[in-house]
């Protein structure tokens, strides 16, 4: 499985952006999907994360939101109302779909198979 991230860019604060995250390799819909991102200097962090239907979202950092497309094998981060603390690397993650028991776990890079190469964000005020 491979992940791409791709549409980070250079953006003015107040702005939007949208980022893709196409898997490859695999069968897209048996994956649940996330994002992560990580600021110069800090750990990454979770952004929100979508199952493997689409149906449901976790821990989505407002006011982002996340989609996928499963005919396209792909997921989408729509973010809004950028803020300069917004400027980071952004990656796209994958786990297999399975029982999970705590939904907190979402949020832990370690339950996560597979990562993308990440897509910088830049956001100037």
């Known amino acids: 499985v491979q992940l791409q991230a791709s549409g980070g860019g250079p953006v003015q604060a107040g702005g939007s952006l949208r980022l893709s995250c196409r898997l490859s390799?695999?069968?897209?819909?048996?994956?649940?999907m996330a994002w992560f991102r990580q600021a110069q200097g800090k750990e990454r962090e979770h952004v929100g994360t979508?199952?493997?239907?689409?149906d449901s979202t976790y821990y989505v950092h407002y006011p982002f939101d996340i989609s996928r497309d499963n005919a396209k094998s792909t997921m989408y981060l729509q973010m809004n109302e950028l803020k300069p603390e917004d400027t980071a690397v952004y990656y796209c993650a994958a786990r297999l779909s399975i029982f999970i028991a705590d939904y907190g776990r979402f949020k832990m890079e370690d339950e996560y198979e597979h990562w993308g190469q990440g897509t910088l964000v830049t956001v100037s005020s």
């Open positions: 390799g695999g069968t897209f819909s048996n994956y649940d």
């Open positions: 979508i199952s493997h239907s689409g």
